[in-house]
């Protein structure tokens, strides 16, 4: 089993930043390949911001490219989400996503934590 926890959310003004981090552990931690943050807004469904595989390849959704940078720290156990130039639009609950093979398995989540961006 993996648990994910995720830190670092808040309320934050337009054109702000904010950096989210996410500590793995658990007996499987070391079977996980790719890891991502999936975001969900009040009424939307729950949508892939961005994913980072073993090899630290990494690929956004459209809506943050040139704003969000995923990154991790292998040694750690640790994903970050370093989130700039944050729009009233980015506001929603950010989940930490983990997966034996790629996002588009995910094997395990973290419990989430709101991002709040006032305009």
């Known amino acids: 089993q993996v648990q994910l926890v995720e830190s670092g959310g808040g309320l934050v003004q337009a054109g702000g930043s904010l950096r989210l981090s996410c500590a793995a552990s658990g007996a499987a931690v070391f079977s996980i390949k790719a890891m991502g943050w999936f975001r969900q807004a009040p009424g939307k469904q729950r949508e892939l911001v961005a994913s980072i595989t073993g090899i630290s390849y990494a690929s956004y959704g459209d809506s943050v490219k040139g704003r969000f940078t995923i990154s991790r720290d292998n040694p750690s156990n640790t994903l970050y989400l370093q989130m700039n130039s944050l729009k009233p639009e980015d506001t929603a609950v950010y989940y930490c996503?983990?997966?034996?093979?790629?996002?588009?398995?995910?094997?395990?989540w973290g419990q989430g934590t709101q991002v709040t961006v006032s305009s």
């Open positions: 996503a983990a997966s034996d093979f790629d996002m588009n398995f995910v094997n395990y």
